[in-house]
């Protein structure tokens, strides 16, 4: 059968009608704020306290836009007769946001967790100097980085984790038959 004209009119007229009918569902985002998904990519927190000052996300970073400052400090020997050893001192952490094309390789190299996505996103300036941000400010963004999602119930535990716990267990036998030799020791000492 042949179509009828104006049929294809008739259907898109009727579509239209049915979305005018509907309320919309548009978020007026200053006024409501919007629900990320989690772990989204907002801006980079620093957890300073893991940082070393290998400047591997500097080195890593596709766009330069990591910049490091840092001394080194001698340390006093651990034990009476060893060696002072050096470290390095992080003096300055900051990364050009109007440079940051945010691919997360910085993050992905760090091999002591220092940087973390934040899911914070509002962080608009008026002058484009402003947008390179210093460790403190980093810093206020690492606070706002949400838990890691919980494992698999069925997944397999992490070598770390069974080995730590392993020792654990372990230590607590010998502690465990230690504290039985000297129950024993007591009993058979007392008349």
Avoid at 61 to 85: F, L, N, Q
Wanted: glycine share 6%.
């Amino acid at each position: 059968m042949p179509p009828i004209p104006g049929s294809g009119l008739a259907k898109g007229l009727a579509v239209t009608l049915r979305t005018m009918t509907k309320k919309t569902v548009t978020a007026q985002y200053p006024d409501t704020q919007p629900e990320l998904p989690p772990r989204s990519r907002g801006v980079i927190g620093l957890f300073e306290e893991n940082c070393t000052v290998c400047m591997l996300c500097a080195r890593e970073c596709p766009d330069w836009c990591i910049y490091i400052d840092s001394h080194k400090e001698t340390v006093p020997p651990a034990a009476p007769g060893g060696r002072e050893r050096s470290r390095n001192v992080l003096d300055r952490f900051a990364i050009d946001f109007s440079l940051c094309m945010y691919c997360g390789i910085c993050i992905e190299v760090c091999p002591f967790d220092a940087l973390f996505w934040s899911p914070e996103f509002e962080y608009a300036e008026t002058d484009i100097h402003e947008l390179t941000h210093e460790r403190d400010k980093l810093r206020e963004w690492m606070w706002t980085v949400p838990e890691p999602p919980a494992l698999d119930p069925g997944a397999e535990e992490p070598k770390e984790i069974a080995a730590a716990r392993k020792t654990a267990d372990k230590l607590a036998a010998q502690q465990a038959q230690q504290a039985q030799q000297a129950q024993q020791g007591e009993e058979g000492g007392t008349p």
